[in-house]
C-alpha cells in the first residue's frame, strides 16, 4: 500500500513539473543540448551537420543480433555502436513532414546492451518533426539522464 500512494505522489510530481516547464524552439534545442552534455561530460563528442546533431560519451563496438518488428530474432550478427554502461548517443534531427512511424512514442526500447528513449515530437512549424534517439548505459549518470529527457519533454510541450 505505501510503494502505491509512493508511486501517486512522484506521477503527479511529475506531471506538474512537466506542467510549468516552459517550451523550447527549435533555435533554443541545439545549444541547450549541447550545454547541458558539456556541462556533465567535457569530452563527449558532439557534432552538427545540416541540422542533426550527434553527441556521444563512452561508445563502443557490439556484435549483436539483429531483431525484426514483430521481434523475431536473426541469426546473422551485425557491428553496432552503442554506449557502454556508463555512457550514451544522442541523436536529434529533423525530417519533413509528419511522422508515420509504426511506433508509439515517445517510448524506451530495451536493447541487449542499453535502452532506447526514441520520440517524434513535430516542429513548431509543423511542418516536420524531431526525430530523437537517446541510448544509454545502464548506469549512466541520473541526473544528467533526468536533465536531457526534461530538455526533450519541453520539444514536445512547445508544439502543443
Known sequence: MKGRFALLIFIQC?????????????IELTESVSKLILKYYPDAEISQDNGNLVAKYGTMTFTVHGCSKIGR???KTKKVEGPNFKGFILCISVKNGKYGGQACVPQTL???YWQTYIDC????DGEGYYAIDFS???SLDPKFMKAVLEVLSKIRMSTK
Not at 14 to 26: E, N, W, Y
Open 14 to 26: 511529475l506531471v506538474v513539473t512537466a506542467m510549468f516547464a516552459s517550451p523550447i524552439g527549435q
Open 73 to 75: 530474432i536473426f541469426e
Open 110 to 112: 530495451r536493447r541487449p
Open 121 to 124: 515530437p513535430p516542429t513548431d
Open 136 to 138: 544509454y548505459g545502464s
